[in-house]
């Protein structure tokens, strides 16, 4: 192995484009919707939207089953209100959810495309720094053997 034929730190740099940050410039490139998109995907998919979702439930079906009659709004057993308005919860957030989810993907797939152009450069680095090692191997032998010779023209 000839030493011209290992790449230099600054062949491979000029190889590769730099790294940068795909999370921030993802971020950078969300318009206001998008990112109301993102917070509901990941308020609604909480806990703590489900237990808020089913204390309403919870407490409006309870109210309107065994409050006094004068004092019901919708009455049992249609729940005609509550029914509205739970499904216009889920008509709303269902395409909001999606969004959200398609943006996160969007995200996801440029850490990926990412990771894989590190990955690229990290191998070529390696592949580099084991041919410059194997190359030094080779020179410390060759040196070994000419100490070696010069050994036994001494010792003779």
């Known amino acids: ?28 490139k969300l318009s206001v919707l998008d990112k109301t998109a993102l917070w509901i995907t990941e308020h609604v998919g909480s806990m703590g939207f489900f237990l808020l979702i089913f204390c309403w439930t919870a407490i409006w079906l309870g109210w309107n089953t ?61 592949e580099t720094i084991l041919k410059h090692l194997e190359n030094q191997n080779e020179l410390i032998l060759q040196i070994l053997i000419k100490l070696k010779r010069m050994e036994n023209g001494k010792s003779s």
């Open 1 to 28: 192995m000839k030493h011209n034929e290992i790449k230099t730190i600054e062949e491979i740099k000029r190889q590769f484009s730099p790294i940068h940050n795909v999370n921030a410039r993802h971020k950078e």
């Open 66 to 126: 065994l409050a006094p009659g004068a004092i019901r709004f919708d009455p049992y057993p249609a729940f005609v209100l509550w029914l509205f308005i739970s499904n216009m919860i889920q008509i709303f957030l269902m395409p909001l959810i999606m969004i959200g989810q398609n943006l996160q993907a969007r995200h996801s797939e440029l850490r990926a495309e990412q990771d894989f152009a590190v990955n690229k450069k990290s191998e070529v680095e390696v």
